[in-house]
């Protein structure tokens, strides 16, 4: 398997690093685009101006369009150009984009019942695409079907069946629901109050319904699965036409109101997505302006990054950005021998992290990580239970080999899967794999499109048992900017599933989950930082996961783009709300 970047670049990249982050200006915003990362400090080609096409690109196909059926940042990012869920992010760069707003409700919602219930109102005369109203029961109806049809749409989050107060489980979701009468724990009092009821109380609720899960869906047109072809909006542009694939082409949404909507501007008259693009050629489009944004966001690839860091010119439009995110090995603890502690140690101790950083790009895209929670994240400690010693660029393995004599598992083979997209990923676990041999342990690559990633293959407890599943590449990044929006979804039991699953550790741990559960419940937000701190410390007494770098993404800034701000509420990608044409 080829490196991501030949060894001689790494070097080069190294010291350019350095470079980049010693030539950021302290501007709060930029007029032009020649300022290494200043899309992280502020708007860099701020503009009003209208018309032109605003083209995406993407090296694979997402795993849906539906704002009900998806868990990728980037669409989650994306599909706020034709969905509006009740509350969203300002536009903002670095942590300024993690502050709410209102978007389809009027205000922040109103918290009774000790923080069980809470209330938003609609704002009045948003339509969508087909000039049709909205209310609030499409929301509602929007939450059916994305939290309790899993069957048919698994994709997203399931918050919502976890926390609502319903039917003990008797609610079977909106295509099977023969009495037609919906959740119970969800009132609709009029078409634009919507009322949530939940089990306990739930302190970030205003963070949670900023997931597209809550952007209206009329029941009248939902076509299940296949309602990914076809979204009614309620944005700024519509669908135009979908070539699953291959491309997908959004238009201005005339029923569109800025009246309604303080957020979205309608600069471009066309947006266009490729689907399906090699990375390198996304990397030399975005250069020569004939593709304006990295749809996912995760950078230049190994050989374009070592080009643009040697090079001051193209180095001053890039952005090196932290998003909130953490690159790891995900321990099955179901499967054997990682069921057994012992072999989990070991292998927190045996991977080689410094290799692995540099199979990723070096230091630029990540430092060394220990933790769970990423660096930029409230409630981060910094600490390592797993300490690694060198001898030079030799990885000292007493302790790895220490716990792997403990576990008894002797020689054994696994399997590791990864994203063959993703040519990091399969590089960073290639590596993984070169580090588990001087313990014993042989592990194979199976790789698979990010498309079907979660669906079909890593997390899939049933495809785990029988491919002999041992280790997971995950890339994981806040579902929402705080402790619990990063932690629950990939460490909470009640979040397994049985397809679209990202506890890919299948962690059920009783002390874990409690803690989660309470903390989320404390209105003082001191505390819940103090609790998410010792959820990630056991967590790694577990060694339920390998914490590899706490990744940070290099981005090519477009100079004929406008309006273009690297976020943290995305993962450190840009804010697509309202990126433009330069003129």
């Not at 952007?215 to 669908?239: H, R």
């Not at 506890?503 to 309470?518: A, M, V």
């Not at 056991?538 to 290099?554: D, G, I, N, R, S």
């Amino acid at each position: 398997m080829r490196r991501s970047v030949p060894v001689a670049a790494v070097a080069a990249i190294t010291s350019a690093g350095l470079l980049l982050a010693g030539c950021s200006g302290s501007k709060g915003s930029s007029e032009g685009s020649g300022e290494a990362n200043a899309a992280t400090k502020g708007i860099v080609n701020a503009s009003d101006a209208k018309g032109g096409t605003v083209t995406y690109a993407i090296s694979d196909a997402p795993e849906s369009f539906d704002p009900g059926n998806t868990y990728y940042a980037f669409i989650y990012n994306f599909s706020r150009l034709y969905a509006r869920p009740l509350t969203t992010f300002k536009p903002g760069p670095g942590s300024k984009g993690n502050q709410l707003t209102p978007d389809l409700a009027e205000s922040m919602g109103k918290p009774s019942d000790g923080g069980k219930t809470w209330t938003y109102k609609l704002r009045k005369g948003v339509k969508y695409d087909d000039g049709s109203t909205v209310t609030s029961q499409d929301v509602k109806y929007a939450v059916e079907r994305s939290n309790f049809a899993r069957d048919t749409l698994s994709l997203g989050p399931n918050y919502f069946q976890q926390f609502l107060k319903d039917n003990d489980g008797g609610y079977k979701g909106p295509y099977k629901d023969k009495s037609k009468a919906g959740l119970k724990s969800i009132e609709t009092p009029d078409d634009q109050t919507i009322v949530f009821h939940l089990k306990k109380p739930f302190a970030e609720f205003d963070y949670l319904v900023s997931a597209p899960q809550t952007a209206p869906v009329p029941q009248a047109k939902d076509k299940g699965a296949d309602y990914t072809k076809s979204v009614l909006s309620t944005g700024s542009y519509k669908f135009e036409s979908y070539e699953e694939g291959k491309q997908l082409t959004l238009v201005r949404n005339p029923q569109w109101s800025a009246k309604t909507d303080p957020l979205r501007k309608q600069l471009p008259d066309k947006i266009v997505l490729k689907l399906k693009v090699a990375q390198s050629t996304i990397d030399k489009d975005l250069q020569s302006g004939n593709t304006l944004v990295d749809l996912a966001g995760r950078g230049v690839d190994g050989q374009t990054q070592a080009q643009l860091l040697t090079n001051s010119k193209e180095k001053a439009n890039t952005d090196n950005a932290l998003g909130q995110r953490l690159v790891y090995t995900a321990l099955n603890t179901k499967v054997k021998p990682f069921d057994n502690i012992e072999c989990r140690k070991a292998v927190e101790y045996a991977i080689d992290k410094k290799a692995v950083q540099t199979s990723l790009g070096g230091p630029i895209r990540g430092e060394l990580a220990s933790t769970v929670l990423p660096t930029d994240i409230d409630g981060y400690q910094k600490y390592d239970l797993y300490p690694q010693k060198y001898d030079g660029d030799k990885l000292d393995l007493t302790e790895a080999k220490k716990h792997w004599d403990k576990c008894g598992a002797g020689k054994t083979t696994t399997t590791i899967l990864a994203r063959n997209d993703r040519q990091d990923e399969v590089d960073a676990a290639t590596s993984v794999i070169d580090s588990l041999k001087k313990i014993g342990v042989t592990a194979k690559i199976q790789s698979y499109p990010t498309s079907k990633y979660f669906s079909d293959y890593a997390g899939v407890p049933k495809f785990n048992k029988k491919n002999n599943v041992g280790l997971i590449m995950m890339q994981w990044g806040s579902d929402f900017p705080t402790g619990y929006g990063y932690l629950q979804q990939i460490l909470n039991g009640k979040a397994i599933s049985q397809s679209g699953n990202t506890n890919l550790s299948e962690l059920d741990d009783p002390e874990i989950n409690k803690l989660l559960e309470s903390a989320i419940a404390n209105t003082d937000k001191a505390a819940r930082e103090k609790a998410y701190a010792e959820i990630d410390k056991k967590t790694m007494e577990q060694a339920a996961l390998v914490p590899l770098t706490y990744f940070k993404v290099l981005m090519y800034r477009s100079p004929k783009a406008t309006n273009l701000v690297s976020t943290s509420a995305f993962s450190g990608q840009y804010d697509y709300l309202n990126i433009g044409v330069k003129k």
